[in-house]
T-cell receptor
């Protein structure tokens, strides 16, 4: 079955420290993977998608098909990065499967 | 421009009552999605519309749940005979098209509490 796993419910780091939010997936086809973010009192929004290979707000994520992972990384965390992060896999053209999310807290 | 809107933002209802949740997508967006998010979980796919056609309703948990989008714009998710387990955040999203190249834009969600 298609599944997205985010093993950490909460990740706390100090400002300026590196961040890695883990995401593993199981999918029988060629996956398309995404990271979504929800800041406090804001809507869920797309952060980045693997296919565009871009860096948004200093975050990057590399698809590792061998390890079936799509971890989100940022070299130096900022306080404004504190949010809820969801990894998602798209099955076909419209069906998204989300992980349970990781709350990132960046401490001053 | 205006984003996706949902109403009501909060709904408290008694067990056994019917509720209707509304989603107003971004103007011109062809695709519309409904998700349910229980506490501590990620969004869970419920159903997908392309224009007015409900192309996938595989995520609707049972026949108490239904959705429509009669004119290809506003959508309504209806839950009949609500149960406490229906309590959750219900999220709507829209995208310009469903080809996969277009970003989903989410609404603020409707928090449903069934007492």
């Amino acid at each position: 079955a298609q599944r997205v796993t985010q093993p950490e419910k909460l990740l706390s780091v100090f400002k300026g420290a590196p961040v890695e939010l883990k995401c593993n997936y199981s999918y029988s086809g060629s996956p398309e993977l995404f990271w979504y973010v929800q800041y406090s009192r804001q809507r869920l929004q797309l952060l980045l998608r693997h296919i565009s290979r871009e860096s948004i707000k200093g975050f990057t994520a590399d698809l590792n098909k061998g390890e079936t992972s799509f971890h989100l990384k940022k070299p130096f965390a900022q306080e404004e990065d504190s949010a809820m992060y969801y990894c998602a896999l798209r099955q076909g053209t419209y069906k998204y499967i989300f992980g349970t999310g990781t709350r990132l807290k960046v401490l001053a | 421009g205006a984003g996706v809107s949902q109403s009501p933002r909060y709904k408290v209802t008694k067990r056994g009552q019917d509720v209707a949740l509304r989603c107003d997508p971004i103007s011109g967006h062809v695709s519309l999605y409904w998700y349910r998010q229980a506490l501590g979980q990620g969004p869970e796919f419920l159903t997908y519309f392309n224009y007015e056609a409900q192309q996938d309703k595989s995520g609707l948990p049972n026949d108490r749940f239904s959705a429509e989008r009669p004119e290809g714009s506003i959508s309504t998710l209806t839950i009949q005979r609500t149960e406490q387990r229906d309590s959750a955040m219900y999220r709507c999203a829209s995208s310009l098209a469903g080809s996969g190249d277009y970003e989903q834009y989410f609404g603020p969600g409707t928090r449903l509490t069934v007492t």
